[in-house]
């Protein structure tokens, strides 16, 4: 699913080559998105990570099948994606690692619509045919118990604002960020109907299998890093903001974009868009639930195996250390 970042800044221009001596001593990350606030703890993690020596080199894809591309083709080792579906119909030889963000999208319509009965037969527009935004669609509906009618699609929650301040569709999905700014604009308008209680994987930190199976040491401190600072973000915010001023990153952006990292860490806090426990079991049989009600996994969900698309040595190591 996409998530409209505020500004984009590119950290690195391109992959090395698999094999050459820097692809050997540095660790090549493919991210399917741009770096942003709302990508800004990832690229903490790594840095923290680089701390202890594990040096990395960032790629930002447009999207996520780029990244998860990179990776099964070896140009990268780590991806920073959703790989479910491919994981299963490709059998790619990679593994989860650490859930970085969970789906919390919101249902906003106009006020027309006072509940989900409402929308029976009634229009609903997605960012794009089969993303994340219409498999919570789906979702919502069958659970319900309604039968959506036309299907619109408008890639871009940002875009999606447009279209409802200007009354050309009156419901969609949108990501938190757009939300909030949907309702600060036009409150009077639109309400946000019930959503999804146990959101899934959004971005998922995983790997290519060989490298995991080569690499233990400098996997356990990438996932160590990710872990412990989705901990401490859970019990503040803050520490995004004061990790950013302390490395000077996104210091190019304009100062009042970046004035609202404290406030999207707290929100995404408080919204559950961050995990404090970053992933384990439990967060994996969730997104099994989710992704085969949403048909993107085919099931049943209780039959699908954690280890087939987990690696959760590490995760559980930090955990034990870390953990919230």
Do not use: C
Not at 60 to 87: C, H, N, R, W
Not at 132 to 155: D, H, M, V
């Amino acid at each position: 699913m996409s998530r409209t970042p505020f500004y984009a800044l590119i950290v690195a221009a391109g992959l090395a080559l698999p094999g050459t001596p820097a692809a050997a001593q540095t660790v090549q990350i493919a991210l399917g998105d741009t770096v942003s606030v709302e990508t800004l703890a990832i690229v903490i993690a790594l840095e923290r990570a680089k701390e202890r020596g594990v040096d990395y080199k960032l790629t930002s894809f447009a999207k996520e099948d780029l990244a998860i591309q990179a990776v099964i083709s070896g140009q990268a080792q780590i991806g920073a994606a959703t790989p479910y579906a491919i994981m299963q119909k490709t059998k790619a030889p990679i593994k989860n690692l650490v859930q970085l963000t969970r789906l919390v999208f919101f249902p906003v319509v106009d006020k027309s619509y006072a509940s989900w009965k409402d929308l029976n037969g009634q229009p609903m527009t997605y960012h794009a045919r089969g993303s994340g935004t219409e498999a919570i669609g789906n979702i919502l509906a069958k659970r319900n118990g309604i039968t959506f009618g036309q299907r619109n699609y408008i890639a871009g929650s940002e875009n999606r604002i447009v279209a409802l301040m200007n009354g050309q569709i009156k419901a969609t999905i949108l990501d938190l960020a757009n939300t909030n700014i949907l309702m600060q604009k036009a409150g009077d308008r639109f309400h946000a109907l019930p959503g999804l209680d146990n959101p899934a994987s959004d971005e998922i930190l995983f790997a290519r299998a060989d490298w995991i199976a080569g690499n233990s040491d400098k996997l356990d401190v990438i996932v160590e890093e990710f872990v412990r600072l989705w901990a401490e973000m859970g019990r503040d915010p803050g520490i995004i903001e004061q990790e950013r001023v302390k490395r000077g990153l996104l210091k190019d952006l304009p100062k009042e974009v970046v004035a609202e990292t404290n406030n999207f860490y707290a929100r995404g806090i408080k919204a559950g868009l961050f995990n404090p426990k970053a992933g384990g079991i439990d967060a994996a049989k969730a997104d099994f639930e989710f992704y085969v009600e949403a048909g993107q996994l085919q099931g049943p969900a209780e039959a699908l195996k954690v280890e087939d698309f987990w690696h959760l040595a590490p995760y559980d190591k930090a955990s034990k250390k870390h953990g919230s």
